[in-house]
């Protein structure tokens, strides 16, 4: 098999061949400059970042699972001993991580089976006396259900804290990110908005907040040599910056095509279930949702062997995740009560490549290696 056989799970060379010269010259230019820390493109990023969402302010920090920790420690979340913090299972263990580092307790719960996404019910049942924050996790592109979970804990002083490092451009009843509380992003390489490095950000109508967020994230200093916070070092490089200004410009279309590539696989994965009898799980948006198709995730019996057959065709699917976090060694009895979704879920979701690039044909192939594996169950 050739290299042009393959089909990447993302193609970030062609994200790169997009922004190649913007990003040339943007780098020459800071190079000239030698402002290779706090340089004007990240003050310029985080400004036009916060536009884009809707959102007053923008911190740009090291990573997204720092964003977390750094918006929950603004928050003043994890000074008390036993302080709790309910988060879905399923989701990437980074979530928990920035928790347990912030001082807190992460609390595992369940998801909803149709969306894959924080069960407000659940939530409900997990919240005490110590609860501080709840971490919804937009995952897959789109917002978990706020409303319901702002709901499942009225009345009590409980943080809201988003983790949208799925969901750049996303949107709920017409709400960007940061919305319902402060969201934490990350600009890992491979998200609708990535850099080419380890970067991410916290977003905020509440200016005090981002002004704590700003020093925490700087040693705990606004002015230099003062400190008035246990800090740390996690600041956007301004590299990184150059690159995100050039492909938030173009973050909108790139978005529409994604949605475009799963409206496709919506088709093309639909007229195979009638025709050849199969239920191949497509994902579904929920209603109120601007889903931006992060991932596009699929779930088949007998998913291991499955992901074989594309893996062995050279198509990149992957799965996400194959370990719920309340699986792992480090959070395991982190949950208080079972989470048969999620489990169920780590051993049938399917992502299957997507990408702004993807052409028709590709995805054509994507669905036709899909079902033939799954029609050849037991081989």
């Not at 529409?256 to 696989?265: K, L, M």
Request: glycine share 8%; net charge negative; proline share 5%.
């Amino acid at each position: 098999m050739t290299t042009n056989d393959t089909i990447p799970f993302v193609d970030l060379a062609a994200a790169h061949r997009g922004v190649e010269d913007e990003v040339a010259a943007g780098f020459a230019q800071v190079l000239a400059t030698t402002s290779f820390i706090g340089g004007a493109p990240v003050a310029e990023f985080e400004r036009e970042f916060a536009a884009f969402s809707g959102r007053r302010h923008c911190v740009g920090v090291g990573n997204g699972t720092d964003a977390i920790e750094l918006a929950l420690r603004a928050l003043g979340i994890g000074r008390q001993a036993g302080d709790e913090v309910i988060l879905p299972a399923n989701s990437f263990i980074a979530t928990a991580e920035a928790v347990a580092r912030a001082g807190a307790r992460p609390v595992l719960v369940d998801v909803d089976e149709t969306y894959q996404l924080l069960d407000p019910d659940e939530v409900a049942q997990a919240v005490t006396s110590r609860t501080r924050a709840v971490i919804p996790v937009h995952l897959f592109g789109q917002f978990a259900p706020l409303e319901r979970i702002r709901a499942a804990v009225a009345g009590r002083e409980i943080a809201i804290v988003e983790d949208a490092a799925q969901a750049q451009g996303a949107t709920r009843n017409g709400d960007g990110i940061g919305a319902a509380g402060p969201a934490a992003t990350s600009f890992y390489p491979g998200k609708n908005l990535g850099a080419y490095g380890d970067a991410g950000a916290v977003l905020t109508d509440d200016a005090e907040l981002a002004t704590t967020v700003r020093a925490i994230s700087c040693h705990g200093s606004l002015t230099k040599y003062e400190h008035t916070h246990l800090g740390v070092n996690s600041r956007l490089d301004t590299l990184q910056a150059v690159v995100l200004r050039a492909k938030l410009a173009r973050l909108a279309a790139a978005n529409e095509a994604r949605r475009a590539a799963a409206n496709r696989y919506d088709t093309y994965l639909a007229e195979a279930e009638k025709t050849l009898g199969l239920d191949l799980g497509r994902p579904q948006a929920a209603p109120g949702n601007v889903h931006v198709w992060h991932l596009y995730v699929v779930r088949v019996p007998e998913r291991d062997r499955v992901l074989a057959r594309l893996h062995a065709a050279g198509i990149g699917a992957g799965i996400h995740y194959p370990q719920p976090i309340h699986r792992t060694v480090p959070f395991a009895g982190h949950a208080p009560r079972p989470c048969p979704v999620t489990d169920l879920l780590a051993g049938e979701i399917l992502s299957l490549p997507i990408f702004p690039e993807i052409t028709d044909a590709q995805q054509r192939r994507v669905v036709e290696t899909l079902t033939k594996a799954v029609l050849d169950s037991g081989d």
